[in-house]
């Protein structure tokens, strides 16, 4: 079956605009994160979605950053006001349950901030 | 709060040789699973071997066999008879029952021919 898929695979924007960042995980998993990962750097969490729970939102760096799920299903990150600091690999990763310890990954979205 | 560390940025083999990537946890839980994947160039994140908290023997996947030594907090991976495809950043994570992913910095392991 088809994995996790993310879009665009790569964005350049210029500071000041807005980006929204798209994640469809795979069908029936109820369970979707992203993360952010600087160049070099390890993950970082910034937000999980479980069903219709209310989602973790801990992780988000700024009010700047939001995330929804739409259906259970697809989820759209957005930034506002971009700063050059977002430039990052945007991951996301979905798995089938909330005690279910695997997580599938994307491949990611690049984004720059110019 | 839970935190995972690799305190190896970087760690090179010969081809065919063996090598020990270490991560060290901390964490007052004691239902958790521990990961490490793998991340080429592609940006793909792989799962490479997974181990349960609550189980003694070390996890084995082919040529990938962990080090697990709970009372240590330590969670080592040991590739054996290394390929140059191993080449990769590996990063080692942490889940509670109840929480999301944390992972480690990582690992960027250069394999030699």
């Known amino acids: 079956g088809a994995g996790v898929s993310q879009s665009p695979s790569n964005k350049v924007t210029e500071k000041g605009k807005d980006v929204e960042l798209r994640c469809d995980p795979i069908s029936g998993h109820t369970a979707l994160y992203w993360y952010r990962q600087s160049l070099g750097q390890g993950l970082e969490f910034l937000i999980y979605?479980?069903?219709?729970?209310?989602?973790?939102k801990s992780g988000l760096p700024s009010d700047r950053f939001s995330a929804e799920r739409t259906g259970g299903s697809v989820s759209t990150l957005t930034i506002q006001r971009t700063q050059q600091e977002d430039s990052a690999v945007y991951l996301c990763?979905?798995?089938?349950?909330?005690?279910?310890?695997?997580?599938?990954f994307g491949p990611g979205t690049r984004l720059t901030v110019t | 709060a839970q935190t995972v560390t690799q305190s190896q940025p970087e760690m090179s083999v010969q081809e065919a040789e063996t090598v020990t990537l270490s991560c060290t946890y901390d964490t007052s839980e004691s239902d958790y699973y521990l990961f490490w994947y793998k991340q080429p160039p592609s940006r793909q994140m792989i799962l490479v071997i997974r181990q349960e908290a609550y189980k003694q023997q070390n996890a084995t996947e082919n040529r990938f066999s962990v080090n697990f030594q709970k009372a240590a907090k330590s969670f080592s991976l040991k590739i054996s008879d290394s390929q140059l495809g191993d080449a990769a950043m590996y990063f080692c994570a942490y889940r509670s029952a109840f929480n999301d992913m944390r992972f480690g910095a990582g690992t960027r392991l250069t394999v030699k021919p």
């Open positions: 990763a979905s798995s089938s349950g909330y005690r279910s310890y695997e997580q599938y």
């Open positions: 979605f479980q069903g219709n729970s209310a989602p973790d």
